[in-house]
């Protein structure tokens, strides 16, 4: 592993800063400050949270349906198909986060064997 | 391993109630959960070009997983940093209720804001869930220390848990890499489906996959942003017209 690959440059970092920590950090700095008066179950709380979530969502589409690195070499519809089995998995097992996980980690390498 | 009775000498000393906070990490399966979605947070770092140390400090300095994905996704597909800023930020919003709901836990009439800051910054979705869990099995006067031990423990299993992910991702054949770059898509989604109690949650979450795909064709730059608000605001609409109606 090379130095680039451990430590990289100093502008990432930077940017590190800039777009992940700062604007993250903010919100739990407001809520260290200005935390009492705030009604957790107040309309726009709910409008955030449901937008955060599908946020969230997209984000879990996106690396599935644009896949990063090695996992672009796994074709789209065993992708597709390793989700819809973990969900199955997890709805069958009244919401079991780690059956849904090992279903469909499962069905992809499976079916990727399968293919050859 | 349970936790000392409230009035048990164990509780002496801040210390003594760190050290259980960091043995507290053993008695939760979150903490298999967060290993699994850190290992791929190191991997999908890994595949997208940034830096073993760069993904250290995501993980210390940000502590929120999808905060991290974000980041990393856009800024890896080429998006601006003000259009990754806005959607951490956006995503992070969530933090607020959290750590203003979760302080008053560990407060007491004595105690000073800076006292707070590192239960603050620790807060996320895995530590807000297990406050409520252990907090009132701890002694209110020791509480702050016993959640500083329990977000460390967290903290140092995710960072092994990137690094174990980052040095798997270089030197794993092909199929075993895009094994562990599929952890952080599956953990997420079914980490965030169970914990959504309300209809507006699962709503948000179901449309918001898939709408994404819809948003991706326009190419805009703030596919991520456009879907987002689109689906939250639907479900948020959900949400309201189930009021009304009740």
């Known amino acids: ?116 | 391993m349970a936790l000392p009775p409230l009035d048990s000498l164990q509780w002496n000393s801040p210390w003594l109630a760190f050290g259980w906070g960091l043995r507290s990490i053993t008695q939760t399966i979150l903490t298999l959960v967060l290993f699994a979605t850190y290992l791929g947070i190191g991997a999908l770092a890994h595949d997208t070009h940034f830096s073993l140390l760069w993904a250290l400090c995501s993980t210390l300095f940000v502590w929120a997983g999808p905060a991290q994905i974000i980041l990393i996704t856009t800024l890896g597909s080429g998006a601006t940093i003000i259009q990754s800023a806005i959607a951490v930020t956006v995503s992070a919003i969530r933090l607020f209720p959290m750590v203003v709901s979760v302080l008053p836990l560990m407060r007491t009439p004595t105690t000073k804001r800076r006292e707070l800051f590192f239960a603050a910054h620790l807060t996320a979705v895995t530590l807000w869930v297990e406050c409520h869990r252990f907090l009132p099995l701890v002694p209110r006067e020791r509480r702050i220390a016993f959640v500083n031990g329990l977000g460390f423990g967290l903290v140092s299993v995710c960072l092994t848990a990137n690094t174990v992910g980052y040095f798997l991702a270089a030197n794993l054949t092909q199929t075993l890499g895009a094994a562990i770059l599929m952890l952080t898509p599956l953990s997420f989604l079914f980490s965030t489906a169970r914990n959504s109690r309300e209809v507006a949650d699962v709503v948000a979450l179901a449309l918001g996959v898939l709408l994404y795909p819809l948003a991706a064709k326009m190419n805009s730059g703030l596919d991520i942003l456009v879907s987002g608000l689109i689906a939250g605001t639907i479900a948020y609409g959900v949400h309201w017209w189930r009021e009304v109606r009740a």
């Open chain 1, 1 to 116: 592993m090379s130095y680039a690959q451990l430590i990289g440059d100093w502008q990432a970092l930077v940017v590190l800063f800039v777009a992940g920590v700062v604007p993250n950090q903010i919100w739990r700095m407001l809520g260290l400050w200005f935390g009492g008066g705030i009604d957790e179950g107040s309309e726009l709380l709910v409008w955030v949270r449901a937008v955060a979530t599908a946020i969230l969502a997209g984000v879990i589409a996106q690396i599935v349906v644009q896949p990063p690195g090695a996992l672009a070499s796994v074709p789209d519809g065993l992708r597709y198909g390793a989700v819809a089995a973990g969900l199955v998995a997890f709805l069958l097992t009244r919401r079991s986060i780690f059956a849904g996980v090992v279903t469909g980690e499962v069905f992809m390498l499976a079916g990727k064997w399968w293919l050859g």
